[in-house]
């Protein structure tokens, strides 16, 4: 599949509006791959990497790590992204085959999710103690309880549309974006853009019919001079796991635990939850490692 993706960050209005906009169907539909996902997890899942990827292009530092979870009361369990700023994004899905009827003609991610649960946003800087904002879900659509979060923890107010469009070959469409008002946003300003966002198409129609990022802004704001900030970001899935990565975590468990192993399991196969890479270790592995360890 070639990679469509993109992330484009826009000013409208002369400077008082600021937009992220994305197309991550690549990224949406690899994650599909890897996980295996049904259609309704693959629309969860789908919004989750997309706001995961808004957020983390704000980051700074090569070093900075954003980690959303979300637990819902839902048949989906909970959803985990870690991603950083360039960003290189990985997560896994608790329950990743999910079917529920319908919702009005449309993929009820609500009901997969939950409305009954949290958004967990860490925020891993570089400080002494990463940032955490906790906010309780609102409708379990993602997109909502985003924009919940942006008003309680981050205290702007920001627009937040996802779309994950799903037929029976995979993922369609995916793309999201984010609007906020700058400190210098008029009423005005902030009147025109609701209504226009209010009566917008879906945003994963809009990509669907062949919109770029830069034409979705100017029809979201009515403004044909929306200014590029930073363009071709390029959102991809991707793990870092690795044999030794794993043999770090089978250090930690101590030395009782893998003596254990040794003497019970003939080898031990590892799954890594991200990308579902196989590890697998002999007993002689593990005794060379227990050895290491003395």
């Not at 669907?208 to 959102?235: C, F, H, R, Y």
Request: hydrophobic letters at 40%.
């Amino acid at each position: 599949m070639e990679n469509q993706d993109r992330i484009i960050k826009m000013l409208a209005y002369d400077g008082r509006i600021n937009i992220i906009c994305a197309n991550t169907t690549t990224l949406v539909e690899k994650a599909r791959q890897i996980h295996d996902l049904s259609p309704v997890a693959s629309a969860a899942f789908g919004r989750t990497l997309t706001i995961s990827a808004l957020m983390a292009v704000n980051m700074k530092n090569e070093q900075d790590k954003l980690t959303i979870q979300i637990k819902g009361n839902g048949p989906l369990g909970g959803m985990v992204i870690v991603s950083n700023h360039f960003p290189k994004l990985k997560g896994y899905v608790q329950n990743p085959v999910v079917d529920l009827p319908l919702k009005n003609g449309k993929l009820d991610v609500g009901g997969a999710v939950g409305k009954e649960g949290y958004v967990n946003v860490i925020k891993d800087i570089g400080l002494k103690e990463p940032y955490t904002g906790m906010v309780p879900l609102v409708s379990g659509e993602i997109a909502e309880d985003f924009a919940s979060y942006f008003a309680t923890s981050e205290q702007t107010n920001t627009a937040v549309n996802l779309g994950v469009l799903v037929d029976q070959n995979g993922v369609k469409k995916s793309g999201g974006y984010i609007v906020t008002p700058m400190p210098d946003a008029t009423e005005d300003d902030l009147f025109i853009l609701e209504n226009r966002i209010r009566e917008a198409k879906p945003l994963s129609k809009m990509l669907e019919e062949g919109m770029s990022l830069l034409d979705i802004a100017k029809d979201l704001t009515g403004d044909e001079k929306v200014k590029i900030v930073e363009e071709n970001i390029m959102p991809i899935y991707e793990c870092d796991c690795s044999k030794e990565k794993i043999e770090r975590g089978l250090i930690s468990l101590g030395k009782k635990e893998l003596q254990d192993m040794i003497d019970t399991k003939v080898k031990i196969e590892t799954v890594c939850h991200f990308c579902n890479e196989k590890y697998i270790f002999t007993k002689e592995e593990l005794e060379k490692i227990l050895e290491n360890m003395k």
